[in-house]
């Protein structure tokens, strides 16, 4: 089975920038769509973005979009989140999923389906 594997979370100040990547081991994520969601303490899991199999088709947040891209290298069977001018309320844990869906259906993806990483934090100080 897939197992995403994600990277790149640290400590940043607010209007800096991290990339966080999503590696799959055991099997590639070839054919499988690939969503960022985040999940900060005491609140819900939160949808970032998705990207179809194909890089082709990509869907993002509105509390992230124009300050994140979702991008992926199939060569390299890793998708990232590059997050820009990133904000205190960014501050969360980042997970990276895997499911053979559209990008647009990670908006509403339960945390039952797909194939989900352990999760990276993300802290932005103010």
């Known amino acids: 089975q897939v197992q995403p594997v994600e990277s790149g979370g640290g400590l940043v100040q607010a209007g800096g920038s991290l990339r966080l990547s999503c590696a799959a081991s055991?099997?590639?994520?070839?054919?499988?769509?690939a969503g960022w969601f985040r999940q900060a303490p005491g609140k819900d899991r939160e949808f970032v973005a998705g990207?179809?199999?194909?890089?082709?088709?990509?869907v993002s947040a509105d509390s992230v979009k124009g300050r994140s891209t979702i991008s992926r290298d199939n060569a390299k069977n890793t998708v990232y989140l590059q997050m820009n001018s990133l904000k205190p309320e960014d501050t969360a844990v980042y997970y990276c999923?895997?499911?053979?869906?559209?990008?647009?259906?990670?908006?509403?993806?339960?945390?039952?389906?797909?194939?989900w990483g352990q999760g990276t934090q993300v802290t932005v100080s103010s």
């Open positions: 999923a895997a499911d053979r869906i559209a990008a647009v259906d990670f908006r509403s993806l339960d945390r039952s389906r797909g194939y």
């Open positions: 055991g099997r590639t994520l070839w054919g499988y769509a």
């Open positions: 990207i179809s199999w194909s890089g082709d088709s990509t």
